[in-house]
Nanobody
Framework: QVQLVAPGGGLVQPGGSLRLSCAASGHRFSDSTMGWYRQAPGKERELVAT???????MYADSVKGRFTISRDNVKNTVYLQMSTLKPEDTAVYYCNSKWRIYNYWGQGTQVTVSS
C-alpha cells in the first residue's frame, strides 16, 4: 500500500521560511516524479514544484526563486523548502507521486502565512 505522509505545515509570518517533507512508502520512489501542489480556499489545486527521477526540476512562476524542491532517495522523502513566504502562499499543500499510470496523493498539510 502506497503512503505519502507529509506532516510539518503550520503558521509562519510573511517573509519567513518553512520546510515541508513527505515520506513515501510502498512504491518505486526513486523511479517516480515527486511533486508538491497546493490548493487555496476557493481555488483549484495548482502545481507548485516537481522533481523527476533524474532530478529535473520545474516550478510554478509564482514560487520561482523562493521555493526549492529536493529529494532523498535513501530516505524516500521529498522536501519543499519555502522562503520569503507571502500571504498568497497560504494553502493546503499536497505531496504527489507519479510513476507510469500510477498517481498518488498525500493527505495535505496546511500552510498559513500571516502576521
Amino acid at each position: 500500500q502506497v503512503q505519502l505522509v507529509a506532516p510539518g505545515g503550520g503558521l509562519v509570518q510573511p517573509g519567513g521560511s518553512l520546510r515541508l517533507s513527505c515520506a513515501a512508502s510502498g512504491h518505486r520512489f526513486s523511479d517516480s516524479t515527486m511533486g508538491w501542489y497546493r490548493q487555496a480556499p476557493g481555488k483549484e489545486r495548482e502545481l507548485v514544484a516537481t522533481i523527476t527521477s533524474d532530478y529535473g526540476l520545474m516550478y510554478a512562476d509564482s514560487v520561482k526563486g523562493r521555493f526549492t524542491i529536493s529529494r532523498d532517495n535513501v530516505k524516500n522523502t521529498v522536501y519543499l523548502q519555502m522562503s520569503t513566504l507571502k500571504p498568497e502562499d497560504t494553502a493546503v499543500y499536497y505531496c504527489n507521486s507519479k510513476w507510469r499510470i500510477y498517481n498518488y496523493w498525500g493527505q495535505g498539510t496546511q500552510v498559513t502565512v500571516s502576521s
